[in-house]
């Protein structure tokens, strides 16, 4: 039996304990692009504060950190990993950069939230939960659509039941990306697959365990030969691991008519659920073959007051001209509940819902689909360490 600690260190280990309760987590926004949209939900949580904000082009910068008042500003990404002061760390940069610069805030003792994918390489993934394990720092990866308004929607109808034995699911992610700069030219559709089956491994409370995908289509030779991925679309069917369930996927990023749309479905024994089919068009409940348009609420009230009005459409920033800057409440008002779930996460001391492992997994299901297609199809098993536990 483990020995009672004395009352000094029962006093202090308490201290220490209200001291993180108490002081709000100090959060450095990295990548200010779609990552200023975080900066004031941050600072409107009752729990954390923006202590720093960092931008690669010093005028970027400085008109976000004018607008919502924070004088730490760092064009240096490693400044940011050497201020004491920064307890975590939000990154919003370019693909490529999320492995090596998750790694290095982990090393560096921050707490670190990230958009997705976790990586693009099997092995990055590994890498970063093996640093999250050594460094014993929260990592979440900001999955949006498993905290839109849909997708907790439906997850309430599966855990009450009312959808009955779950059948099949199915996701797609369809984005045109022409003229979209730098890494996105020709990247493999399978590679951001993340929106397309993380609400299905999510509502089924599953892992992946491998997958059969095919290539469809090409794409022009000019943007085929930058990853050598020639296919316009990529569809993939996933084997849920311990459950005699699929899902399937499919993603496109160039040269495909279609709307953009981040679509799931759920197929029940007794109710389905299909994400809307064009834009407004609502989303449709099938209770046996009859089909009714629902209006999905908010779930704002899941939410600290302090923060629950980012779920909707609005405007943040400063009173004068030129000060305010849009709030885009897209992504179904997933923003402030990631915050939300980040910030409570540490100062609860557990893991959050997309830690290092399920991030892995998610992230794994796209790009062993890409090599799948590569392979003709062929069977390919997610790694090992994806299936793991936190």
Not at 70 to 99: C, F, K, M, Q, S
């Amino acid at each position: 039996m483990a020995e009672e600690p004395t009352s000094d260190e029962a006093v202090s280990a308490n201290i220490e304990q209200d001291s993180l309760t108490r002081k709000p987590l100090r959060v450095a926004v990295v990548g200010l692009g779609f990552g200023a949209e975080f900066v004031p939900i941050y600072q409107a949580h009752p729990h954390a504060d923006v202590a720093a904000v960092c931008q690669r082009t010093a005028s970027s910068l400085n008109e976000i950190a004018d607008t919502f008042g924070i004088e730490r500003r760092y064009v240096d990404y490693e400044d940011v990993l050497a201020d004491t002061e920064i307890d975590a760390i939000h990154l919003n940069t370019p693909i490529p950069l999320h492995a090596t610069q998750t790694i290095a805030a982990l090393k560096a003792g921050k707490h670190v939230a990230v958009n997705v994918p976790m990586a693009t390489t099997l092995e990055e993934c590994e890498e970063i939960v093996d640093a999250a394990l050594a460094s014993d720092r929260t990592y979440m990866m900001m999955e949006t659509r498993v905290y839109s308004r849909e997708f907790l929607y439906v997850q309430e109808l599966v855990q009450a039941g009312k959808l009955g034995r779950l059948q099949f699911l199915r996701g797609s992610h369809h984005q045109e990306m022409r003229d979209w700069p730098g890494y996105w030219e020709g990247l493999p559709p399978m590679y951001y697959a993340t929106h397309a089956i993380s609400p299905l491994l999510a509502i089924a409370e599953r892992r992946a365990e491998y997958v059969h995908c095919h290539g469809s289509g090409r794409i022009r030779e000019s943007l085929a030969t930058r990853y050598g991925s020639p296919f316009a679309i990529e569809s993939a069917l996933v084997k849920l691991h311990g459950a005699d369930l699929s899902a399937e996927i499919t993603r496109s990023l160039f040269e495909t008519a279609r709307e953009y749309v981040e679509y799931f479905a759920v197929y029940g024994s007794e109710r389905s659920f299909e994400w809307e089919q064009t834009l407004n068009s609502g989303p449709v409940l099938f209770t046996g073959e009859t089909a009714t348009y629902v209006d999905v609420p908010d779930f704002a009230d899941r939410l600290p007051k302090q923060i629950r009005v980012f779920t909707t459409q609005g405007v943040y920033g400063g009173s004068e001209p030129g000060t305010a800057l849009p709030h885009a409440s897209g992504h179904g008002g997933s923003h402030p509940h990631l915050v939300h779930e980040f910030v409570e996460s540490i100062r609860e001391h557990r893991t959050p819902t997309v830690n290092a492992f399920v991030a892995a997994n998610w992230s794994a299901v796209g790009l062993c689909a890409h090599a799948s297609a590569l392979a003709g199809g062929e069977r390919v098993a997610l790694p090992a360490f994806t299936l793991d536990e936190a």
